[in-house]
T-cell receptor
Framework: NAGVMQNPRHLVRRRGQEARLRCSPMKGHSHVYWYRQLPEEGLKFMVYLQKENIIDESGMPKERFSAEFPKEGPSILRIQQVVRGDSAAYFC?????????????FGEGSRLTVL | DAKTTQPNSMESNEEEPVHLPCNHSTISGTDYIHWYRQLPSQGPEYVIHGLTSNVNNRMASLAIAEDRKSSTLILHRATLRDAAVYYCILRDYGQNFVFGPGTRLSVLP
């Protein structure tokens, strides 16, 4: 059973470009979480999605950021018109979502560098 | 979200037990206590979780106070590979997982 797969692992963008980060959850998992981690800082929650639904997006910046988890295919975190402050590691996690078994499985992260 | 408080950092000697504390005085009756850790340059990994009773697994033990306002993660014999940031998280069903700053554990050879 493959783990949570994130790609690309490293992404370099110039200011103003778009960044798309993909996350394929573990098989059988229907819940996906996205977190951002700035250098030397903790993980900041961004968004929690279930298939085709956004459950909690309270951590998403109001502009330029969007996330989706379609019925088929990976979850996508999209950052439009990137700025230097968007440089960070973006982690995706998945879970079965059942009750409070609660175990999150994390990917190895996508490291975005904005020049 | 309920809050947790952890020391910023702790040190341990290799092969000695480590007790990592977490205070969560505002915990609600349906909050589970979760522990994750993050090794350098990696994504977090699950360690253990519990509700009221103490829990043991192959990685660690979780001791939960009777009033549930605090808990302690116990690593029975620290190894160099246990050096990581350890996060204590409260989570109710359907909520997201909110990570605080955690405790940075250093293990000395």
């Amino acid at each position: 059973n493959a783990g949570v797969m994130q790609n690309p692992r490293h992404l370099v963008r110039r200011r103003g470009q778009e960044a798309r980060l993909r996350c394929s959850p573990m098989k059988g998992h229907s819940h996906v979480y996205w977190y951002r981690q700035l250098p030397e800082e903790g993980l900041k929650f961004m968004v929690y999605l279930q298939k085709e639904n956004i459950i909690d997006e309270s951590g998403m910046p109001k502009e330029r950021f969007s996330a989706e988890f379609p019925k088929e295919g990976p979850s996508i975190l999209r950052i439009q018109q990137v700025v230097r402050g968007d440089s960070a590691a973006y982690f995706c996690a998945s879970s079965t979502g059942t009750a409070n078994t609660g175990e999150l499985f994390f990917g190895e992260g996508s490291r975005l560098t904005v020049l | 979200d309920a809050k947790t408080t952890q020391p910023n950092s702790m040190e341990s000697n290799e092969e000695e037990p480590v007790h990592l504390p977490c205070n969560h005085s505002t915990i609600s009756g349906t909050d589970y206590i979760h522990w994750y850790r993050q090794l350098p340059s990696q994504g977090p990994e699950y360690v253990i979780h519990g509700l009221t009773s103490n829990v043991n697994n192959r990685m660690a033990s979780l001791a939960i106070a009777e009033d549930r306002k605090s808990s302690t993660l116990i690593l029975h014999r620290a190894t160099l590979r246990d050096a990581a940031v350890y996060y204590c998280i409260l989570r109710d069903y359907g909520q997201n997982f909110v990570f605080g700053p955690g405790t940075r554990l250093s293990v000395l050879p």
